[in-house]
């Protein structure tokens, strides 16, 4: 995937488990994020620092993101001691992102950004934190914030209410110059159409890609992050009539007007990947 491509897929690996990270490197994922966060154990994270450190000694270069843990813990500090200077880490997932400084701390090691937002605090600093120096792409934690902010899990009001801070991130991005964000994990990992409902769901709010607990996810979030047949045969036709016709031109039954032609460019477009 090209550095400047928005990714699909990006998916955790914890950092105590080194023996998956190359299996996740060959899952198909776009990126992959190394986690030494929600995924070690608090007594286990100087291991899995350890077992991250040893893995990066041979990795190609922007080979894998980290999640670090949050600047509230012991640990961030030793996080980022770990990860300065590391070629094989293309960036740096920051885990419950609620202030200017902590993404500001996070960016002295010269790393592409990502901030999770998981609190109220979070959201409401979400103007700012979206135009921090380099930060790359927003996303969020559905399971974090919902809990801070009271919501039902799985739930027909608490899907209601992580869809405004899924808008609220839509907003930011664009509105800060950023790529699409990157929508939040689904636990389901056993029946992919659930998993293929979400991330349809999510392409059509404007995400450009999911984040993925296990690699069977990978496969189904690509594929359902790229234009349908349908949609390029649409995007096809549009841009074949605008060419016979430079006036009022239509195709099926809709007039071609610049939006129109816009949406078509960036179907075929979002089709082409390194």
């Not at 390029?232 to 009539?241: G, M, N, P, S, Y």
Request: charged share 25%; aromatic share 4%; with cysteine.
């Amino acid at each position: 995937m090209s550095s400047t491509t928005p990714p699909r897929s990006a998916l955790f690996v914890p950092a105590n488990r080194p023996e998956r990270i190359p299996k996740a490197l060959a899952s198909g994922a776009d990126i992959v994020i190394v986690d030494l966060e929600d995924a070690v154990a608090p007594e286990a994270k100087s291991e899995a620092r350890r077992a991250l450190g040893e893995f990066l000694e041979g990795a190609p270069h922007g080979a894998i993101w980290v999640r670090i843990n949050a600047a509230d813990t012991a640990d961030f500090a030793e996080d980022l001691a770990l990860c300065r200077d590391q070629s094989g880490i293309a960036g740096l997932v920051v885990p419950k992102a609620e202030s200017v400084d902590t993404l500001a701390q996070a960016g002295t090691l010269g790393l592409a950004l990502i901030p999770l937002i998981e609190s109220a605090k979070g959201l409401q600093a979400l103007p700012e934190l979206a135009r921090c120096p380099g930060v790359l792409q927003l996303s969020f934690g559905a399971l974090d914030l919902g809990l801070d902010l009271g919501i039902e899990p799985n739930s027909e009001g608490g899907d209601w209410m992580l869809n405004q801070a899924r808008y609220q991130l839509l907003l930011q991005s664009r509105l800060a110059g950023l790529a699409p964000p990157i929508d939040t994990v689904h636990p389901e990992f056993r029946e992919m159409t659930i998993v293929e409902r979400a991330a349809r769901r999510a392409a059509e709010m404007g995400f450009c890609g999911m984040l993925c607990i296990h690699p069977r996810q990978v496969d189904v979030v690509n594929d359902t992050f790229l234009p349908t047949r349908d949609q390029l045969a649409w995007a096809t036709r549009v841009i074949e009539a605008a060419e016979r016709d430079a006036g009022a031109g239509q195709v099926d039954g809709q007039m071609i007007d610049a939006p129109v032609m816009a949406r078509a460019r960036r179907l075929l477009a979002s089709a082409r990947r390194d």
